[in-house]
């Protein structure tokens, strides 16, 4: 079953130099140790970050301080410099063998992934070394964060019940534009269907010019175990109001705009006791990842030209 291409990208090249259009003119914002930091290169790295949350770069930019996301470009930018210091390598071999995962995951072929990546406006070549750059942070951190994060049923018992609300039922109100993959001109309709939104179109009048689904954008509902993974993957990544980028399904493909999250009871503690249990190793290790980006900072010279 195919996975939801956009949003793997997307994590995987958050540092990652991309061949996209910068609309002003580049000029240096920062000065990380022996780096030195453009515009441009913080523009791109916007741009990948706000594809699976933001309907327009202009959006994003409005909602987002660009000295906020410097900081987190800064942050990525620390850790491949440790990774140099600590000789972190990944060879060819492993990313290779990495794209090729991506591929069985999502079961798509080398064409097929490509010509995602250019619908997402994402060079090929760039999203193989951001897979590699990915690769290079996580050995990094994994020296720094320590994974034994150890927790009785008592703990966990404890953080479910002062955590209950994340626990209930819930179920997606939303709209959908679907293109069937029967389609000789899917991919390149979902394409278009997107670019609209972008533009500001409608979801509805782009719905009623592209979907090929019934309701034509209408808003619905469905409880969130009911959905398909893929579907339930992107609804969940959204605010009310933003749409999702492409979803690709065994059936087509398709665009998500959450309309509302409705929460019904709470989920018995016994059948989301593993959730609560991952729920406090990221919180731990969100927390050691702090600690050692903080330590990081404060060893290493950086200039803020903003």
Known sequence: ???????????????????????????????????????????????????????????????????????????????????RKLKVEVGDREVEGAVEDIKKQNMITDSELREQLKIERIEYKDFVEGIKLNMV??????????????????????????????????????????????????????????????????????AQEFSDEPSKGDVGSAKKEDLIPELREALKLLSPGEFSRIVLTPYGYHILKLVEVKRGSALAFEDVKDKVKDAIFRRESEKRYKEYVAKLKAASYIEVKI
């Open 137 to 206: 942070r996580r050995r990094v951190l994994a020296r720094a964060v320590a994974q034994d994060v150890a927790v009785d049923d008592a703990s966990l018992k404890a953080y479910y019940d002062s955590h209950v609300q994340d626990y209930t039922e819930e179920e997606y109100v939303f709209q959908h534009i679907f293109v069937s993959g029967k389609r000789g001109d899917a991919r390149q309709r979902a394409g278009d269907a997107l670019v609209a939104l972008e533009k500001g179109g409608s979801f509805g009048e782009v």
């Open 1 to 83: 079953m195919k996975r939801l291409i956009p949003v793997a990208i997307a994590l995987s090249l958050l540092a990652c130099p991309l061949a996209i259009r910068a609309e002003v003119t580049d000029r240096i914002v920062a000065i990380v140790n022996d780096d030195i930091v453009t515009l441009r290169e913080v523009e791109k790295y916007v741009a990948v970050e706000k594809k699976s949350q933001f309907s327009s770069m202009n959006e994003y930019l409005t909602n987002m301080a660009l000295r906020e996301k410097l900081d987190s470009f800064i942050e990525n930018l620390l850790i491949s410099q440790q990774a």
